[in-house]
């Protein structure tokens, strides 16, 4: 019982730490610290939209890394069943293969769907 609660826990953080995430930017005109060329977004037209397109490279990114790491489990699993002979841990492997594959390309897919 006390292993769910701190499952519970870790994902309410992990929740609450995605949600409430934002990109922060270094004002350019502050004297003394060295500028990254950023300029922070302003209120107006553009604003959501910027804000929304870099959530969703943030995002992107992480299910492709996520994918990457899925890929290489599955690969693992794979190699491992060869010498096991067992076919339920070989369709493990190819599945958890292309399912990381299906991650790594999604986030393409999704631009190409939108036409961005």
């Known amino acids: 019982m006390r292993k769910r609660k701190k499952w519970k826990v870790m994902l309410a953080v992990l929740a609450l730490l995605l949600v409430c995430t934002q990109p922060v930017r270094a004002a350019p005109d502050i ?14 037209e553009n604003a959501a939209v910027s804000t929304a397109e870099s959530y969703n490279d943030v995002f992107g990114e992480a299910i492709r890394v996520l994918g990457y790491i899925v890929a ?28 990381g594959l299906a991650l790594v390309f999604l986030p393409s897919m999704v631009r190409w769907v939108m036409g961005v």
């Open 72 to 99: 290489a489990l599955g690969g693992a699993a794979l190699g491992r069943s060869f010498p096991a002979q067992d076919p339920s841990q070989r369709l493990n492997g190819v599945l958890f293969l292309v399912s």
């Open 31 to 44: 004297p003394g610290l060295p500028t990254s060329g950023a300029e922070p977004l302003t209120p107006g």
